[in-house]
């Protein structure tokens, strides 16, 4: 698959939003939500296992589909906040980058 841009990307979002009405459902609140849901699916797949175990093929194929389902939701809050992704992460990364912290050494 070729390299879509951010533009192209939300454009297909919107369109395939919209073929089905669904506009009406994406609130920022509903978004979040339906983000959060996501994520816990993203957490499911490593669920009882061992922090050094390998995925399987299918875990990692199941993994990356979680992901994309958590990066549409962030694509469409990011749209109705007239704001990029990588423009998040870059503001974010700068106040990062002047941050510091501290951890506990046990």
């Given at each position: 698959m070729a390299d879509l841009d951010y533009s192209q990307v939300m454009q297909?979002?919107?369109?395939?939003r919209d073929q089905r009405g669904w506009g009406k459902y994406h609130t920022l609140p509903a978004l979040a939500r339906?983000?959060?849901v996501e994520v816990a699916e993203v957490n499911e797949i490593f669920l009882w296992q061992d922090n050094r175990k390998n995925l399987s093929a299918k875990q990692t194929t199941n993994l990356k589909l979680e992901m994309a389902?958590?990066?549409?939701?962030?694509?469409?809050?990011c749209d109705q906040l007239g704001v990029t992704p990588n423009e998040l992460v870059q503001q974010k990364h700068e106040i990062n980058v002047h941050r510091h912290w501290q951890f506990d050494q046990d």
């Open positions: 297909e979002l919107r369109d395939f339906a983000l959060s389902d958590a990066l549409t939701y962030l694509y469409y809050m």
